[in-house]
Nanobody
Framework: QVQLVESGGGLVQAGGSLRLSCTTS????????MGWFRQAPGKDREFVAG????????VYADSVKGRFTISSDSTKNTAYLQMDSLKPEDTAVYYC???????????????????WGQGTQVIVSS
């Protein structure tokens, strides 16, 4: 089994920044794609960003393009989500995800991700 542990959530004012981290542990996977989803109260989970093994391919949701930056360090089995210019509508629980079947492409579908973290809360006040 693979465990994902997220950190870095919190409360921030609009226009501020936060950096989320996600580290995988447990069963070793050869290569995989990592990403982030989020879920706001009363809404479905939505794709935020994803990054392929080695960071060659990166995909962002339109709602975060130009404000969020995803990166990874394969030597540390860790992915990061730098969130700048945060807006109140970014308020959500953010989930780190792993797609063990893909390492050279990024899916924006919930169903394609095999492992999920427990989630970290991000609250952006206006």
């Amino acid at each position: 089994q693979v465990q994902l542990v997220e950190s870095g959530g919190g409360l921030v004012q609009a226009g501020g920044s936060l950096r989320l981290s996600c580290t995988t542990s447990g069963r070793r996977l050869p290569r995989y794609t990592m990403g982030w989803f989020r879920q706001a109260p009363g809404k479905d989970r939505e794709f935020v960003a994803g990054i392929t093994w080695g960071g060659i391919g990166i995909v962002y949701a339109d709602s975060v393009k130009g404000r969020f930056t995803i990166s990874s360090d394969s030597t540390k089995n860790t992915a990061y989500l730098q969130m700048d210019s945060l807006k109140p509508e970014d308020t959500a629980v953010y989930y780190c995800v792993v797609d063990r079947h893909a390492y050279d492409w990024v899916s924006d579908s919930v169903e394609d991700y095999d492992y999920w973290g427990q989630g970290t809360q991000v609250i952006v006040s206006s």
